[in-house]
């Protein structure tokens, strides 16, 4: 590493790392309250994708140092190491020194991010209240089916906007066909319990993307 990269380097914060993946991870599970195995082995993916996430960010920039060294002097930016030039959408738009693209990127992600975490507290609050003895129909279940994992998606997805790494992006499919499988599996045991009214609603009910926001038609 070059002397000006190297007084430049913005990594090895690794309490930074530790702290971030346990709120995250935290929040979470407060959240989503996973039960069984299947649920603890899809969250265990998603602590996985926030360790991978800020271990890079904060940690160790393993893609920028694999991009950097197979590209050499053609990589866009000259001090990849630096924190202002490790989001990889900027740098390979051209954009990765204007302050104003840097802001508009934190703003969307951010928005994502927060907004998923908002969407999963607005399901866990109706779930929680239910206590599993009705069929939770009103509120944000009445545009989606799964509130929780469009959360996640979303929160995972501002993310990958915020901070791209090979890690992650190779993690991402995997984890979202993780909770696309346990949504199948839980909307079975829903089923079993509430019959017809649950056939009923999720004929009209989208799963994860609503179709618009006046209620379920």
Not at 7 to 25: C, D, E, R, T
Not at 28 to 50: C, D, L, N, R, T
Not at 127 to 133: H, N, R, S
Request: proline share 5%; aromatic share 18%; glycine share 10%.
């Amino acid at each position: 590493m070059h002397g000006e990269e190297l007084g430049n380097y913005a990594y090895g914060m690794w309490p930074v790392v530790i702290f971030n993946v346990i709120l995250f991870s935290f929040f979470v599970i407060s959240f989503v309250k996973p039960k069984g195995k299947v649920e603890w082995a899809s969250m265990g993916a998603f602590v996985a994708f926030m360790v991978a996430l800020f271990t890079e960010m904060y940690g160790f920039p393993l893609t920028i140092y694999f991009l950097s060294t197979w590209m050499g002097k053609s990589y866009p930016v000259l001090t990849p190491f630096s924190h202002a030039h490790g989001h990889l959408w900027l740098v390979w738009l051209g954009l990765a020194d204007s302050d104003l693209a840097m802001t508009v990127l934190h703003i969307v992600s951010n928005v994502m991010i927060f907004g998923g975490l908002y969407i999963i507290h607005q399901g866990w609050v109706l779930i929680y209240a239910a206590g599993g003895k009705r069929l939770v129909t009103d509120g944000i279940y009445a545009h989606i089916r799964h509130p929780q994992y469009s959360g996640m998606f979303l929160i995972t997805l501002g993310f990958l906007l915020q901070w791209p790494s090979i890690l992650t992006l190779a993690m991402w499919p995997i984890l979202m066909l993780a909770y696309y499988r346990l949504a199948m599996k839980e909307e079975k045991d829903v089923e079993k319990q509430f019959g017809k009214a649950y056939g009923d609603y999720k004929a009209k009910v989208p799963a994860f993307i609503p179709k618009k926001w006046g209620g379920a038609k």
